[in-house]
């Protein structure tokens, strides 16, 4: 399903949070429904596949409603995922070259396991990040060890350009 600038702005006029809520109350009985009939294994891939591909469209759809496919340009397309408390953010680093953060509270993996589905926490939502920065900027790649979906105290996001070393983390200077 193709989306341009128009389509991002349409779905960012609902938060990303309750996008999810929404695409996983839905998603997570017609999983189980294939899940029984073809193996819930291969569908759970098959599901990633098409989530991890509809993230590199966004992605690209982002790019083009920004004009713009630096970091410091990426950044500022994070409100939609941040709205109503939905992620709580410690920025590291932030310029046109890099771009690094802690996600100290996500309420996306509150709300899976509020569903009684944290295992399609990661599937319907975590994987979507790499794809997502790779359909904005090919240029640039994430880096992250860590989830709060898989129990980590925090998720550590570190994009940075592909041509550029990945730097210590190190906080930003007030």
Known sequence: MPEGPDSVDRLNQVGVLTRREIEAQILAP??????????????????????????????????????????????????????????????????????AFDVTRCRYAEMYHALGIPELGAVLSCNRDAALIEGFNPGVTLARTQTIMQGAACCDFRYGRRDQPRAPDRPTEP
């Open 30 to 99: 017609v999983i189980d429904a294939l899940g029984r009939e073809f193996g819930r294994a291969r569908v759970l891939d098959l599901v990633g596949e098409a989530i991890i591909a509809i993230a590199r469209e966004q992605g690209r759809a982002m790019a083009a409603a920004a004009g713009d496919t630096s970091l410091t340009a990426f950044a500022g397309t994070l409100e939609p995922w941040t709205r109503d408390g939905a992620l709580h953010l410690e920025i590291r680093e932030q310029s046109d070259e890099r771009l």
